[in-house]
């Protein structure tokens, strides 16, 4: 059963525009919803995180919406440049488990053309 | 400087043998955490190290599967009599925190390269 579930699965950009990405969850113990950007060969880093108690966060060209009632996050990446082309991962933890265990999405991988 | 390293980067393992794979955490990191990602997927969670503590196990998906930390550093992740199944990139990762004091204040937790087992 998947519990974060992420669309699209690849997403093609062109420099400059505005690049979503969706996730939807189920489990409503979640509290806690960071997005993760990988880069080939690489491990996963932290780009933003947020908590139910805002409905959006910003952080430089990377905004977190978040619906609670909807059990919905995006991340959306203004002004996308190249060096965006990543794959980027949604992912939720529940407060239950100390926030020890993070439930990632699928990714979507991202491409921006010059 | 560093990050957490991990090693080996790239193992292939014959069908039934038993692998070792190491994580170097960064120094002083009081959390640890081992993920699995097969290819194409997301990451996932495998077993969670407080110190030296093993405290959450639940995503081992087999008992050929054990992880240690015995001195809250370094930690080494087993994979016995492997399964091709058992192919993917090994993550571990490290905070200087608690998980939960993490999620509160924002804080990362700090992924490693990975190693990269396949079984033939």
């Known amino acids: ?114 | 400087g560093a990050g957490v390293s991990q090693s080996p980067r790239y193992k292939v393992a014959k069908r039934g043998q038993d692998v070792a794979l190491r994580c170097d955490p960064i120094s002083g990191h009081v959390s640890l955490f081992w993920y699995q990602q097969a290819l194409g997927q997301g990451p996932e969670f495998l077993t969670y190290f407080q110190n030296e503590a093993q405290l959450d196990k639940s995503g081992l998906p087999s008992d050929r599967f054990f992880a240690e930390r015995p001195e809250g550093s370094v930690s080494t992740l087993k994979i016995q009599r492997t399964q091709q199944e058992d192919s993917a990139v090994y993550l571990c990762a490290s905070s200087p925190l608690v998980p939960y004091e993490g999620a509160l204040s924002g804080n990362t937790i700090y992924f490693g390269e990975g190693s990269w087992l396949t079984v033939v």
């Open chain 1, 1 to 114: 059963q998947q519990q974060v579930k992420q669309s699209p699965q690849s997403l093609i950009v062109q420099k400059g525009g505005i690049s979503i990405i969706n996730c939807a969850y189920e489990n409503t113990a979640f509290d806690y919803f960071p997005w993760y950007q990988q880069f080939p060969g690489k491990g996963p880093a932290l780009l933003i995180a947020i908590r139910p108690d805002v409905s959006e966060k910003k952080e430089g060209r990377f905004t977190i919406s978040f619906n609670k009632s909807a059990k919905q996050f995006s991340l959306h990446i203004m002004d996308s440049q190249p060096g965006d082309s990543a794959t980027y991962f949604c992912a939720a933890s529940p407060s239950n488990s100390g926030y020890s265990t993070l439930t990632f999405g699928k990714g979507t991988m991202l491409l921006v053309s010059p």
